[in-house]
């Protein structure tokens, strides 16, 4: 799904999971300042659009996901995972309900895979699940915009900004308006200072919910029914995840910005040492300068000094060991 706002003057397209969408619009700084004192947008049309419509929509979801949502009231956002049977991490999806539908945004190239579970479980209840990113774009509003919603769009409000769920057909005209426009690199460079964890980023075949800090957020534990809630429940009261995840000071006078993989050891063991964990999102940040997400093994000192590759790196506790 390519973005025609990649037609645009000064766009320079993302690449990996992002592609489709522009990675910046000419100045990564400042497209960052501008999110972070509330003004522009980011265009994230390129994530899937997924719709859940019925009158059992709210029960059938509770029955499924990690999240209590029989009560959901329209308007309201939250966030909730599918895990597989033994608990690791499949889905990450981002919901609102209008009060008729569930709406939900997911990664780029992750809706297939979601819509066929969600078709295989539907069974006896009164559900439709639907495919609309073909006529829905997702647009992000940082916090404090004070942008307008055109008509029949769909709003998802949380405290980090909002999520429109934007006709496909009006994207151009709406960035046009309520510009200026800022690419995925400075939305993720926000995301990494917020601690944010992004599934296919942060994640990885067996990650498990509390290793991302997720208990809480994405994942009510006062809830049973749902596939993987096994592992939720024993994790959660033995305290013992294997790993957690840090945000990393990146030593600002390397010219290299240690990548997705990059391994994570002990300054004191030196680039040859033991591996310890690894980087996940690496950002260059208006104001911190290069910062970084990885997953350590639990049981690294929490004011360890550590090597990303072999950039210094000063941690900062995301989830506690």
């Not at 000419?26 to 501008?34: S, V």
């Not at 709210?58 to 956002?77: D, F, K, M, S, Y």
């Not at 990664?107 to 479980?121: C, F, K, V």
């Not at 990113?133 to 769909?154: H, K, M, N, Q, R």
Request: negative net charge; aromatic residues 6%; contains cysteine.
């Amino acid at each position: 799904m390519k973005s025609p706002l990649l037609s645009l003057p000064g766009a320079v397209p993302a690449e990996g999971r992002d592609e489709g969408v522009a990675a910046h619009y000419g100045d990564l700084f400042r497209e960052q300042r501008a999110l972070a004192d509330g003004s522009g947008l980011v265009d994230l049309s390129h994530r899937g659009v997924v719709t859940v419509s019925g009158a059992d929509r709210l029960a059938w979801l509770h029955l499924l996901i990690t999240q209590h949502v029989t009560e959901l009231a329209p308007g309201r956002a939250t966030e909730a995972l599918i895990l597989s049977a033994n608990g690791h991490i499949e889905h990450a999806l981002y919901l609102v309900d209008d009060g008729e539908t569930v709406w939900m945004h997911v990664e780029p190239g992750t809706r297939g895979d979601l819509i066929a579970y969600l078709e295989s479980m539907k069974f006896f209840y009164r559900v439709e699940v639907a495919d609309r990113t073909e006529d829905f774009a997702v647009v992000y509003l940082p916090a404090g915009s004070i942008a307008e919603v055109p008509d029949g769009a769909v709003v998802r409000e949380t405290p980090h900004g909002r999520d429109l769920f934007l006709p496909r057909a009006g994207l151009e005209t709406y960035a046009a308006v309520h510009g200026p426009l800022a690419g995925v690199l400075a939305y993720e460079a926000l995301r990494v200072e917020a601690h944010r964890p992004r599934l296919g980023f942060e994640t990885d075949h067996r990650t498990i919910p509390h290793e991302l800090g997720l208990i809480g957020v994405a994942v009510h534990l006062q809830k049973g029914c749902y596939r993987g809630q096994e592992t939720v429940a024993r994790v959660h009261n033995l305290g013992k995840p294997p790993r957690r995840l840090v945000f990393l000071h990146l030593d600002g006078s390397e010219v290299h910005l240690p990548g997705p993989g990059t391994p994570v050891r002990l300054a004191s063991d030196g680039p040859e040492g033991r591996q310890l964990g690894f980087v996940t999102t690496s950002a260059r940040h208006h104001e911190l300068g290069p910062i970084a997400l990885a997953l350590v093994k639990r049981n690294v000192a929490v004011d360890a000094p550590l090597l990303a590759g072999d950039t210094a790196a000063a941690q900062e506790t995301v989830v506690e060991p």
